[in-house]
């Protein structure tokens, strides 16, 4: 949730408690359905926020999954099946596809290539045994797959939630900024004569202005100078100097 957007749901929540503590005072001042809109808003960005915090929080978890899997698939079995790969089959035709590249398990295609390379190695399963694979290793790589596929749904669904998070942020958000306008017209022309009142509305529905520091020169890298200005030097006293005139000489 940006700063913005929490600004104007605190100000949409004071204006409730407002319209709640001052509705002998204000009778049908604000008409009920517009009331009811605001109200809607403001429980519709209480969700959103709550989902969206929850939501990258699960995120977070299935990275982490996903990273240990990519760990433990890696150092259990890619590698030592490489060793034997690299060493035995270097002639069979599958010899790429059992090779996966350690630089996968950070970046790229990792699982495809894994699903690939589980199934080269179910071929030739026998053999990777022969030459020290573990008995049930096919069995176990195609767990691990399996887990890894579920993990990699898993977030992609998340991810996708949490969008739609921000998108009901946003338009939330900007109902309430509508119907503030459209309930500030209506206190304006209604509390004219009751100006202790319309002073305290004024100052209930006026959303915080974001305050922004800018940044040295523009540049997003930059870092404020820690080069202190040096002080003013004050200038000298200067001496004036008496001048002495000497006497006109008379005229001849």
Known sequence: MELTQQKVHDTAQRVQAFLDSQSAALGTIVPAPLRAQIDTAVTQVSKAQVDQETLAKAVAAEVAKQNALRKEVSVDFL??????????????PDFQALIVPSGLTRKGDFLGKVTAATAAAATHAQDLIDHGMPVDFI?????????????????????????????????????????????????????KKNQPLLTNWVATKRIQ???????????????PSTVSTPAPVAAAPVTTVPVTTAPAKAAA
């Open 209 to 223: 202005a974001t305050v922004v520091t800018p940044l040295p020169g523009g540049d997003l890298n930059a870092t």
């Open 79 to 92: 590698i030592p099946m490489g060793r034997i790969v690299r060493r035995a089959f270097r002639t069979s």
């Open 139 to 191: 069995a176990q790589m195609q767990t691990a797959v399996g887990q890894l596929t579920a993990s990699v749904e898993t977030r992609g669904k998340e991810v996708g939630l949490k969008q739609q998070t921000v998108k009901t942020l946003k338009d939330s958000t900007r109902a309430i900024r509508d119907v503030l306008h459209i309930m500030d017209g209506h206190m304006r022309r209604a509390l």
